[in-house]
């Protein structure tokens, strides 16, 4: 048998799948019997990654986003407990069954509540702390459908990221995946289970530094976990299981004949997941990438529905693909003399707001002014950075929103720009900052908050035709 680097016996099991289950399936005991009967059906080896149960991750985002007293811990565990408990007994239908997962649960639950009565004690809460924090739902979670397939008859165990060795750059907050660490440390332990007919039932969203602190991935970064996971465990694909079809060509909610979209490359994915699309976590392409794995994106409720499968092999055609959207975006406007010719004006107004921790969406400059498009919910605080950067002014104008189209090919569709703006103009609409070209497969311009309705509904209908 192949041998890595460290020695051990690699890939006996040549078909591995992962497959990505969010919290909005593990609401009840009946959607966490449709996920175990999805598991079950795969009769490929598998390796299963969970979020935590809805809600959940941001009840302990809340809870520890300041200093707490005991009674504050008392009657938040005391919540975080009841809802698992609640849980358990509603999937769970065997005494045995339930008090074995039961007790798993209280283990965690009692580590969790030290932890916050520490934090309480101290006075104190820091990026480690949220961090660790923060991770309790998946490590709940796991528990809660290992325990469920086993009694169902499969045999599963739950898996804690930090411990089998997802290793992170350490970065509090926003990490990544160590794909080589993680790969020598997690192949072996996983390959083992899988031999032993064992679904490993891993949690999402975090892993540990190389100090050994646990580090998440950020909101929504377990569908990023899966892609990490699969990648590391050289998987055939990555199914990422959702309450909706897949991708679609633009927010139902706001065009009701949307389309499904059968197929993506992996860049296009990428584009739509950052500009607004909510369907996976932006950085998941990246694993699968470079893995070559494909990427499945399917409907818990609607199991028969085909999805939207990402990257791969498959051929992707050069059609444009979808309109995504993002509301509550805010445009600042950088002025000072010479912006245009001076060196470095860039360079340093990017780095007084990566200070501030304000993530940059788009930038236009000219000679006397830089634009720059950032969350409504920074506007202040970036005023505020920028106010010392030597500018001569700074504007900023709120409620913007952000419409992107997405396709592969998309510099090839000659006289695109002028059918969408055309489109948008005859609706009234405004368009303020445009962005094209820096991406191949993406263009993007801003619209008022308000307008945004009217203005996706005219781009799909001169687009998609519908
Ligand atoms: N539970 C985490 C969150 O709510 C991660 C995830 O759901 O993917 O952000
Ligand atoms: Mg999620």
């Not at 909706?244 to 060509?249: E, K, L, P, R, Y």
């Not at 104008?397 to 489109?423: D, P, Q, W, Y």
Request: net charge neutral; hydrophobic share 45%.
């Amino acid at each position: 048998a192949d041998r890595d680097a460290q020695g051990h016996h690699q890939a006996e099991v040549a078909e591995l799948k992962v497959l990505k289950f969010g919290g909005s399936s593990l609401k009840t005991g009946k959607n966490m019997r449709q996920v175990a009967e999805i598991i079950i059906a795969e009769k490929e080896k598998k390796a299963v990654v969970l979020s935590a149960v809805t809600g959940v991750t941001e009840m302990l985002v809340q809870f520890i986003s300041r200093t707490r007293s005991e009674e504050d811990v008392d009657a938040f565990m005391k919540d975080v407990t009841k809802l698992h408990i609640d849980l358990i007994k509603d999937a769970l239908s065997t005494d045995k069954g339930r008090a074995k997962a039961m007790e798993e649960l209280i283990a965690k639950l009692v580590k969790l509540e030290r932890m916050l009565y520490g934090s309480c004690y101290i006075e104190e809460v820091n990026p480690r702390i949220r961090d660790y924090v923060q991770c309790f739902g998946e490590r709940l979670s796991v528990i809660m459908l290992a325990a469920l397939l086993n009694e169902m008859g499969a045999k599963a165990r739950p898996v804690d990221a930090d411990e089998v060795g997802i290793i992170t750059d350490g970065v509090y907050g926003t990490a990544t995946v160590n794909m080589e660490a993680t790969r020598s440390n997690i192949r072996p332990k996983l390959m083992k289970m899988l031999q032993d007919d064992v679904t490993p039932v891993i949690t999402g969203f975090f892993g540990r530094a190389p100090e050994g602190s646990v580090t998440v991935f950020g909101r929504n970064g377990s569908d990023y976990s899966a892609a990490a996971v699969a990648n590391a465990m050289g998987a055939s694909s990555l199914e990422i299981w959702k309450d909706v079809d897949g991708f679609m060509s633009v927010d139902p909610k706001i065009v009701p004949s949307a389309r499904a979209i059968p197929r993506l490359s992996y860049d296009e994915a990428a584009e739509l997941a950052y500009f607004g699309a909510k369907v996976v976590h932006p950085m998941t392409m990246e694993p699968a990438r470079s893995g070559n794995i494909e990427i499945r994106v399917k409907n818990v409720f609607r199991p028969e529905a085909p999805g939207t499968a990402i990257g791969g092999t498959g051929n992707v055609d050069k059609s444009i693909k979808s309109i995504s959207c993002m509301k509550n975006l805010s445009l600042v406007k950088v002025f000072g003399e010479g912006t245009g010719y001076k060196l470095g004006v860039l360079a340093d107004v990017a780095s007084l707001l990566r200070e501030a921790e304000i993530n940059i969406y788009s930038v236009v400059t000219s000679l006397t002014c830089i634009g720059l498009l950032i969350d409504k919910k920074d506007v202040a605080k970036a005023q505020k950075v920028l106010a010392e950067s030597g500018a001569t002014r700074v504007e900023t104008h709120t409620n913007f929103a952000l419409m992107c189209i997405v396709g592969e090919g998309l510099g090839h569709h000659k006289g695109l720009a002028s059918r969408v703006f055309k489109a948008v103009a005859k609706e009234g609409v405004n368009v303020g900052l445009i962005s094209a070209g820096a991406s191949l497969v993406a263009y993007h311009f801003t619209v008022d908050e308000a307008d945004l309705d009217k203005a996706t509904k005219a781009v799909h209908e001169e687009l998609f035709g519908c």
